[in-house]
T-cell receptor, first 120, second 113 residues
Framework: DTGVSQNPRHKITKRGQNVTFRCDPISEHNRLYWYRQTLGQGPEFLTYFQNEAQLEKSRLLSDRFSAERPKGSFSTLEIQRTEQGDSAMYLC??????????????????FGPGTRLTVL | AQSVTQPDIHITVSEGASLELRCNYSYGATPYLFWYVQSPGQGLQLLLKYFSGDTLVQGIKGFEAEFKRSQSSFNLRKPSVHWSDAAEYFCAVGPNAGNMLTFGGGTRLMVKP
């Protein structure tokens, strides 16, 4: 399977615990995105990487959240001291890089199946 | 700030009937518009996208969408719905500087036999 993969698919944790999710993008994709989707809502952007550089972070990404992509391949999203409000589906997507500054192009984002987090 | 509104949270149609899912957007520049479908346990799959040119775009699985700038809309249509189309559909707008997408709240489609 050459699609985006995410692990684990489901995570149940107690409030206050730390959790870490992993995303493996499509191998030739240099952009990687994290989104959060709460029940009944559309996905909301959290952060994205171009290779190993984290280029943008949403205001939704509180200090308890940290994302890394150390070698420009897989990425991890860690949530420290989880709260019940963190319960959501965490989606990862990857794409080829965009074009230059004059004529930006868009490359399709391919989404993984998500990691569903439940905080008790 | 850009935003996307999908006014219909749930829609039920009979198999074989036509379908139209509504999407309204707010975006300062010429938008890039997308429709994604999400089935239970599956990731989001791109149905179609609009960047420029012909305002009627064709996508996969027999879907099409029409961009109407004057109405700030990008409605998704299908002439004959199949039971396998039951899923949640998301409209999205982008890109901003990072190519991240802004999604609407989604429309859940149910198909009656």
């Amino acid at each position: 399977d050459t699609g985006v993969s995410q692990n684990p698919r489901h995570k149940i944790t107690k409030r206050g615990q730390n959790v870490t999710f992993r995303c493996d993008p499509i191998s030739e994709h240099n952009r990687l995105y994290w989104y959060r989707q709460t029940l009944g809502q559309g996905p909301e952007f959290l952060t994205y990487f171009q290779n190993e550089a984290q280029l943008e972070k949403s205001r939704l990404l509180s200090d308890r959240f940290s994302a890394e992509r150390p070698k420009g391949s897989f990425s991890t999203l860690e949530i420290q001291r989880t709260e019940q409000g963190d319960s959501a589906m965490y989606l990862c997507a990857s794409s080829l890089g965009a074009g230059g500054p004059v004529l930006p192009t868009y490359n399709e984002q391919f989404f993984g199946p998500g990691t569903r987090l439940t905080v008790l | 700030a850009q935003s996307v509104t999908q006014p219909d949270i749930h829609i039920t149609v009979s198999e074989g009937a036509s379908l139209e899912l509504r999407c309204n957007y707010s975006y300062g520049a010429t938008p890039y518009l997308f429709w994604y479908v999400q089935s239970p346990g599956q990731g989001l799959q791109l149905l179609l996208k609009y960047f420029s040119g012909d305002t009627l775009v064709q996508g996969i699985k027999g879907f099409e969408a029409e961009f109407k700038r004057s109405q700030s809309s990008f409605n998704l249509r299908k002439p004959s719905v199949h039971w396998s189309d039951a899923a949640e559909y998301f409209c999205a707008v982008g890109p901003n500087a990072g190519n991240m997408l802004t999604f609407g709240g989604g429309t859940r489609l149910m198909v009656k036999p």
